[in-house]
């Protein structure tokens, strides 16, 4: 039989397209052609529904067919042939059909399982073929096909060929050596054949045709560290990185950019080397507190960019450095006023404005409150060290701080000075302070040296009747003999008076004088208060002194006397309403005398009620009963009480008393 091989002119096409278009694209393309059979081409085999228990491996022809009996072929090929770090261009598996008796559509299917689920070219059976007998397993078997060809009855001594580079390029990636194919058709009646690897004609045999090209390995850059970690802007940047190629052979490049923000700043390229660590600098006089830098990285190998990699950071803010600090005096007595003086001012890189802020040490103990630049020298003794600590501040932070001290010359207030002053008391120093009281042990010192000095606060506002304030004694004598009170009434039975007190004229300046007035109660009232200010003029041309004129304060009648004199007004005027009455010569003249007493205590009382002195805030104490003002005070109201008593017994005896004989005369 003479051997024809058509031509297929849509595989021509293919190939023409590939050789075109692929290969030129590729770096190095290789083709290989695996034939060979028992290594290239590892096993074929045809599996029957008709003898579904029969192996058909040694058949020199595998066939495909629809059904009656249906008919699948299955072929493993070798890969290892193909060198590590390729790229599958292409891959064609081809087989020669002999006998082609109808037109289906054959389709090429990818094998997942090489082991042919533990059957091999000698034991696959219809019944155990790795993809179900029908066809349904999608566990080992790609059930959609990869490609596809079409015979048309009359193909008989062709090359067929299905295009499998997905299943090649895979198997390839996933390192495996193998790649199984199975093909199975769903239409047609009738039978295609194509000769196996067992047939003697060995160029006839199925062969898979693969192209491949070493492929270009992407250089790789880790990303950016800019150090230091933490950037002031008097730091240079550095960005590190480090740039890797799996081709060891290229010659690798990095484009590099530094941004200020969004905005490119200057960029560059250097040449690098594969696997070591390279970097990039931005000096210092380029940045400004609060800017963010980024450093990016691009590496390159002269065929391919990889991929871009960046780092940022932001420039933080400089703190002041530390000031110089000198306290002067440099040897100061104990009344020596000090003074923390700022010999080399603080410096900032950012160049903000800079305060200071103070705090003053005695002893290395933190004094309260005293955060001035001078300290005064009564709080200063003999012996202490004061030591001044200055902080700068650019309005973000603070610096690092200066501090300078001194040493106050002068001896230390010790026990047995013969004062008692400091923390020293009658327990810790008797010589100076006296002894604690004993016998008993009741605590209260029964000699001393010491003299309580009380400082009291103001008081406070009338609050449920009642003001306070707070006294302590300064010398710490352990003692409340002379401690002023600490709280007095200052509700209903007392009415604040104001009760100016006034400094004398100061001199005539600009031809004003003034003076300083003060409530000495602490009414809180100001609408009385004297001038303190007034016009003057100099004759002489020397300054006028003296005394302004004394303005007296208001003094409001006393109203500790007002209820006695209202009682007697009240008995005066019941005993003049029965004066007239018919009465004995005997009463009348006790009434008389009744009558004149009233009236002379109505006169004291009141003249007392102007004369006694008045309340100026202070708590009204009772008087003791030794006051002789507080015998007057109880014999008048005894007498009128006895005096109202009287004149109301007396009323209810008169027949008629004065107001009966007014109406009569009315009549």
């Known amino acids: 039989m003479k051997l024809e091989i058509p031509i297929n002119y849509s595989k021509i096409i293919l190939f023409a397209i590939f050789t075109i278009l692929i290969i030129p694209l590729s770096v190095s393309a290789t083709t290989i052609k695996l034939q060979t059979a028992d290594t290239e081409n590892l096993a074929d085999a045809s599996v029957k529904s008709g003898s579904p228990n029969l192996n058909y491996g040694t058949d020199d022809s595998l066939e495909v067919k629809l059904a009656s009996p249906a008919i699948n072929s299955y072929i493993m090929f070798n890969l290892s042939s193909i060198p590590v770090n390729q790229q599958i261009d292409s891959a064609y598996v081809c087989m020669f059909l002999w006998n082609d008796q109808t037109t289906p559509n054959i389709t090429a299917h990818h094998v997942f399982d090489h082991t042919w689920d533990g059957q091999n070219e000698t034991t696959i059976t219809w019944n155990n073929q790795v993809c179900g007998d029908d066809f349904d397993n ?134 690098v080397t594969n696997g070591t660590s390279n970097s990039i600098t931005l000096d210092s006089s380029n940045t400004i507190k609060g800017e963010t830098w980024n450093c990016s990285v691009i590496p390159y ?96 932070g603070n610096g690092a701080t200066g501090e300078d001290s001194v040493n106050i010359s002068g001896a230390a207030p010790f026990c047995g000075d013969g004062s008692c002053n400091g923390a020293e008391t009658c327990s810790s120093c008797s010589a100076d302070c006296g002894s604690c009281g004993g016998g008993g042990g009741g605590g209260t010192p029964t000699t001393t040296t010491c003299e309580a000095n009380w400082t009291c606060t103001d008081w406070t506002a009338c609050t449920n009747n009642y003001q306070i304030r707070t006294c302590v004694d300064s010398n710490n004598c352990e003692t409340t003999v002379g401690k002023p009170i600490e709280k007095k009434y200052c509700g209903l039975r007392g009415q604040c008076v104001v009760e100016w007190e006034c400094t004398d004229w100061g001199e005539c300046l600009n031809n004003i004088q003034t003076r300083t007035c003060t409530d000495k109660n602490s009414c809180g009232i100001t609408a009385t208060k004297p001038v303190e200010s007034q016009d003057c003029i100099s004759l002489s041309g020397e300054p006028v002194t003296g005394s302004a004129i004394s303005v007296p304060p208001y003094k409001a009648p006393n109203p500790y006397y007002v209820v006695p004199t209202l009682l007697l007004l009240v008995t005066l005027i019941a005993i003049a309403s029965f004066s007239r009455a018919k009465v004995s010569k005997k009463t009348k003249n006790i009434i008389m005398g009744l009558h004149i007493s009233l009236i002379v205590a109505i006169i004291l009382l009141l003249l007392l009620t102007f004369v006694k002195s008045p309340i100026t805030g202070h708590i009204i104490d009772v008087p003791d009963e030794s006051s002789p003002i507080t015998g007057i005070l109880i014999l008048v109201t005894i007498i009128g009480l006895i005096g109202l008593g009287s004149a109301i017994a007396n009323i209810k005896k008169a027949k008629r008393p004065l107001w009966v004989k007014l109406k009569v005369g009315k009549k």
């Open 138 to 271: 999608s566990t080992n078997c790609n059930l959609t096909a990869e490609d596809i060809i079409t015979t048309s009855n009359d193909d008989d001594n062709t090359w067929q060929c299905w295009s499998v580079v997905n299943m090649v390029a895979n198997e390839y990636a996933n390192n495996d050596d193998d790649v199984s194919i199975v093909f199975h058709t769903e239409e047609g009646g009738t039978i295609d054949k194509f000769y196996s690897k067992e047939y003697t004609n060995a160029s006839l045999r199925p062969y898979l045709n693969i192209t491949y090209s070493t492929t270009n390995n992407v250089p790789v850059a880790t990303t950016p560290t800019i150090t230091p970690a933490t950037v002031y802007t008097t730091d240079t940047l550095n960005c590190s990185f480090t740039v890797t190629d799996a081709d060891v052979n290229d010659s690798l490049s990095v484009n590099y950019t530094w941004y200020n923000g969004s905005t490119a700043f200057s960029s560059g390229t250097i040449n």
């Open 301 to 396: 190998d002269g065929t391919s960019y990889g991929t871009e990699k960046s780092a940022a950071k932001t420039i933080q803010n400089s703190l002041p450095t530390a000031p110089v600090i000198d306290v002067l005096p440099n040897s100061p007595d104990d009344d020596d006023d000090l003074a923390a003086n700022i010999v080399n001012v603080s410096t900032d890189a950012d160049n903000d404005s800079i305060t200071y802020s103070y705090q003053w040490y005695k002893n290395n103990v933190l004094q309260a409150g005293q955060t001035a630049s001078t300290l005064s020298n009564l709080l200063t003794s003999g012996g202490e060290t004061w030591k001044c600590v200055v902080t700068p501040n650019d309005g973000t």
